[in-house]
């Protein structure tokens, strides 16, 4: 659980980062591979594919390509058409995808963990409900689409490891190049296809901001991320995504000064760790899988 809570630390500044420094007036394509192409050439040198199976390889790529590479065309084109707060909001149905796709893939349908997230998403939609934008059913949608990649790739994730024995004596880090390959490879193609070179970072800042999303938010905080993933059940995974959108809403108001209505937050705050007190004391580990 310690590095779920950590990645949920660092997460929480890429909202406002995107939304503030680079939605409007950075090309969300060029974002999108940047951001990765950083994150894969950190991990690029650490490759290590000798026990790993040609199969396994293949759907390490796949999943990279879809929780990381697809999440992101979708995540930085939602600025585009909401606030930092509506994209935070508009998370809130993560931990539902997460649950219904790992029932779906068990073929058992766990009411425990679906009762605790959706718990988690009553405090995350309490924390900010507001006047929407005109575009708001548009962004609504784009965030969907990142929702289920980023869910669909944990889960996906959590049973490989399971399946694939070579992966359980392999450390993490020699394979998860693996994962920011696929993601590169849908984000070049995106930005080919649909990316301008006419709004290209300008500012000390704005590269500033890349490199740190690169880095640090893509690079350690998504190995750390599916590091915890497979030591948590899914009922947590669920849950934790969704402990985000208080953190986020926080620094947005605190070091940005947007409005925002901290009781809300505070109150909705509590709703999602008190559903993965819930998760964790009162759902057996023997329902889990």
Known sequence: MKYLFGVTIIWAFSFSLIGVYLSGHVDAWFSVLVRIGIATVIFLPFLRLKEIKTET?????????????????FYFQSFRFLTVPEVLLFSVLT?????????????????????TALLA?????????????????????????????????????????????????????????????????VALIAFS??????????????????????AVASGAGYYFWNKGAVLVNTGSLAIMNNALIP??????????????????ILLGGSLIFASLALNEYVVKDSQVT
């Open 57 to 73: 390889i293949f759907k390490l790529i796949g999943i990279g390509s879809i929780q990381l590479g697809l999440m992101y065309c």
């Open 95 to 115: 931990p539902i995808y997460i649950t219904l796709i790992n029932d779906i893939l068990s073929r058992r349908f766990h009411k425990g963990h679906l009762l």
């Open 121 to 185: 998403v009553l405090g995350a939609a309490y924390i900010q409900y507001s006047s929407v934008s005109e575009h708001v059913l548009l962004g609504f949608l784009i965030v969907q689409g990142a929702n289920l990649c980023f869910a669909s790739g944990q889960v996906a994730y959590k049973y490989l490891v399971k399946s694939a024995p070579e992966l359980v004596r392999t450390p993490m880090y020699t394979i998860f190049g693996l994962f920011f390959i696929g993601a590169f490879l």
């Open 193 to 214: 296809i649909l990316g301008s070179t006419e709004k290209l970072p300008t500012t000390s800042v704005q590269w500033g901001v890349l490199i740190y999303l690169g």
């Open 247 to 264: 953190l986020g809403l926080i620094v947005n108001l605190v070091i940005w000064n947007k409005e925002a209505d901290l009781t809300k």
